[in-house]
């Protein structure tokens, strides 16, 4: 393995001569075997031998070693070529991966983040409160950015060394010929080398169960190896065959017996690496385009609702669906294929859907046939509910998820769509969502990731999240397509109630709310239906940033049930404050431009501290020191956030440090498409550690009670028009101005959030 400090202290100059030396063997060889400069050459040599007139034992031997001695030549061309290419790119590669590491450890340092010689991060500059040390100390999420950023050009640079290595050894295996096949390249190589790898899999493979320690890891770190690599996908997939990858996941999961590994063991922590990687393995074989892979999805798809039985006789014989859905947790699977499964599934689940025989519930959990088929057992990932493993799937595949969400299953009156299926909870003939010992349905948890993916366009695990771009038609339609999904979701999750009724989803509801935040603001600032006259739509660039009115009520509704509870909140009410300062930036050049989208930010604020003050009143009315606790961890949250919020400026992009409650982490994306391409990037909301004991508190004893908790809200809200007024030198009459349209627009929108006033007062 290449370390970090190997790659930074690589020297390529050998490697540099070594390619250079072989571009010159390789012309010489090239002359020796064709010919070109008029002398001596294999294959004249070899017209010669083919064209004279041999006798006896010549004839049969003399002649035959003659001519097969001259084809020797043109092997050893190949294999000259072969060698060089791979030398070459080898270099190249190297090289880059070299300067990408230097790049990006100089890029950290300037943020005081050291990498040392394996790779790992950490804080290396001194505290805030030394003079001369950074203003803000980088966040634990930008630390571990900066491993993985670090982590991937290692991962990198050892594949091409691995290929490269490999490749080599291929070439100096034969003592006494020369290859009369080569390598174009190094992806020419890695291919080869996985469809060699894939052979020796299924050979493995067909042990199943009877797979030693040493052969389950062996098969791991092969399949580790080859995870983005296409040709071994296909080659392992097709030639273990539908039945056959079905049946070894099956048998390799829960030998039974007696032989089930326990939790706790090192096999079922193996089971878990082998689980994911298979499933990446299996994934990537789906998008492979050839007659035998679409044979392959589509037998699989027939299998779904077959008993898959255990090689070894056990009575257990889980659905297909079951078998193959633990597998289906990582990794992009097809687009197509995660649709059609995903319909037969449904239509299966609702067909087998029995008032005496049970729901989901009694269909997937197999009481009397059961099987240990996810690893690790208990862990975050879905158990037993393939449909629960399904969102998984679609979590990963933004694309898959818009369509699936889009489609149905039945006919005439039995037609239900996916939609109000899996998600309108009361509606008629929706799911009922099997639920654990304690009464949760942690499926819930899943559907908002496959929400979350759709809406927003990208894996939502995806710890770098990337803005999808809107510079094609293509672009745009995709774009149009997830805020029409946005808008059911705003309009259905519109209550507090309808959300806390699917345990698990409001996170994924306020990484989406972050997601269209630009949306959110377009659609509230439409009071009275003014906002044709009062041009939202080149206020907020609805054109160029694709814009969807959620409608006023429905944006209202969600942001109101979403800032009721402390983590989502948190989540949106910082997402509000840079996509306010944002819009200030991009109407920079024009003061009353910049200070009326501060002002309808402020709005948007007032009514999220309305909503959360008003569901803390609610929660512990009963009990005085418990509201004000809450109301002065909300006052303690609207400080921090707003010191740490982003200055005003045309193109400023900064990071906010976001405490998230309690010890719990996230990492928020926001896309800022703005008016006029003043800002065009993505802030990435960096997390930190809630400091319980308040470390990061420069200001007075806490504060509780009500109304200093609204005031610590009011001053978040005017934090970035205070910015923008002492960077412009506004007059405090000028100012005094603005305040007071502020102080409107704040207790507007905190009357928009209000349902209540006397609840739990």
């Not at 290449?2 to 930074?8: G, I, K, P, S």
């Not at 009156?413 to 799911?431: H, M």
Request: hydrophobic share 35%; proline share 4%.
């Amino acid at each position: 393995m290449v370390t970090c400090q190997e790659l930074q202290d690589l020297n390529l100059g050998k490697l540099g001569t070594a390619v250079t030396q072989w571009q010159e063997m390789l012309k010489k060889l090239v002359t020796l075997a064709d010919g070109g400069d008029g002398g001596i050459n294999a294959a004249d040599f070899e017209r010669k031998a083919n064209g004279a007139d041999w006798k006896g034992d010549n004839a049969a031997v003399t002649k035959e070693f003659t001519t097969t001695t001259a084809r020797q030549f043109d092997d050893m061309v190949t294999e000259a070529r072969s060698i060089h290419k791979i030398l070459d790119e080898a270099h190249t590669d190297l090289k880059k991966h070299k300067e990408d590491l230097r790049t990006t450890i100089d890029k950290w340092t300037k943020r005081y983040i050291y990498i040392d010689e394996k790779g790992s991060a950490m804080y290396s500059g001194p505290p805030r409160e030394v003079e001369g040390g950074p203003k803000e100390q980088p966040s634990q999420d930008e630390v571990d950015q900066a491993a993985r950023e670090v982590g991937r050009i290692l991962e990198a640079a050892n594949e091409t060394d691995r290929i490269a290595a490999r490749a080599l050894r291929t070439h100096a295996r034969s003592k006494y010929d020369f290859d009369e096949k080569g390598f174009s390249g190094l992806k020419d190589a890695d291919r080869q080398q996985g469809i060699e790898d894939a052979d020796a899999m299924v050979k493995l493979a067909a042990k199943g169960d009877a797979m030693t320690d040493a052969e389950l890891k062996r098969f791991n770190e092969i399949s580790r190896h080859h995870r983005d690599n296409p040709a071994f996908a296909e080659r392992f997939a097709t030639r273990l065959g539908p039945e056959g990858t079905l049946e070894f996941w099956r048998s390799l999961a829960d030998p039974g017996h007696g032989r089930t590994p326990d939790p706790d063991s090192d096999r079922a922590k193996t089971l878990a690496k082998v689980q994911d990687n298979l499933g990446i393995t299996l994934a990537n074989a789906t998008r492979v385009d050839t007659p035998a892979m679409q044979e392959w999805k589509n037998r699989v798809i027939e299998l779904g609702d077959d008993p898959i039985k255990h090689p070894n006789g056990m009575p257990s014989a889980p659905y297909g669906f079951q078998v193959l859905g633990p597998l289906m947790t990582e990794g992009k699977w097809d687009t197509d294929f995660l649709n059609k499964y995903g319909e037969k599934l449904i239509a299966f689940e609702r067909k087998s859907d029995d008032p005496v025989l049970g729901g989901p519930d009694q269909l997937w959990e197999n009481r009397f046939n059961p099987a240990q088929l996810s690893y690790p057992p208990g862990g975050t990932k879905p158990d037993c509910d393939p449909v629960a493993n399904l969102m998984e799937a679609l979590g990963h595949n933004p694309e898959a998820s818009v369509r699936f969400f889009e489609g149905s299953t039945g006919s005439g009156k039995d037609s239900i769509s996916n939609w109000d299926y899996l998600v309108n909870k009361d509606g008629e003939g929706a799911r009922a969502w099997p639920t654990d010992d304690d009464g949760k349905t942690t499926g819930y948890k899943y559907l908002g990731h496959a929400l979350e993916a759709g809406t927003l366009g990208y894996a939502y695990d995806d710890k770098d999240q990337p803005v999808p771009p809107l510079n094609t038609a293509e672009d745009k339609a995709a774009r149009d397509q997830r805020t029409l999904l946005m808008d059911r979701v705003v309009d259905h999750y519109s209550t507090a109630d309808k959300i806390d009724k699917q345990d698990g989803i409001r996170d994924s509801l306020a990484n989406m709310a972050v997601g269209h935040i630009d949306s959110l603001n377009y659609s509230m600032a439409d009071w009275g239906s003014t906002g044709e006259a009062t041009g939202r739509d080149r206020f907020y660039g609805a054109d160029a940033s694709r814009l969807r009115d959620f409608g006023e009520t429905g944006a209202t509704g969600f942001l109101r049930a979403l800032a009721s509870d402390e983590g989502s909140y948190e989540t949106v009410s910082v997402a509000q404050q840079v996509y306010g300062t944002s819009t200030m930036a991009a109407h920079g050049d024009n003061p009353d431009d910049a200070m009326n989208a501060g002002l309808k930010s402020v709005r948007m604020h007032g009514l999220l501290d309305e909503a959360r003050t008003e569901a803390i009143g609610k929660e512990f009315a009963e009990d005085k020191d418990k509201r004000n606790l809450e109301l002065e961890k909300q006052g303690e949250w609207r400080k921090f956030a707003g010191e740490a919020a982003v200055g005003v400026g045309v193109g400023v992009a900064t990071a906010l440090i976001v405490p998230t409650g309690g010890a719990a982490l996230i990492a928020v994306p926001i896309a800022l498409e703005t008016v006029g391409g003043a800002i065009n990037t993505q802030i990435s909301v960096d997390t930190l550690q809630w400091l319980k004991d308040n470390e990061f508190d420069n200001h007075d004893d806490s504060v509780t009670g009500i109304d200093k908790a609204k005031q610590d809200g009011q001053r978040n809200a005017m934090t970035p028009l205070v910015n923008y007024a002492e960077a412009n030198g506004m007059t405090a009459k000028e100012f005094e101005e603005w305040v007071m349209k502020a102080e409107t627009k704040y207790n507007d929108g905190g009357d928009i959030g209000d349902t209540d006033d006397a609840r739990g007062w």
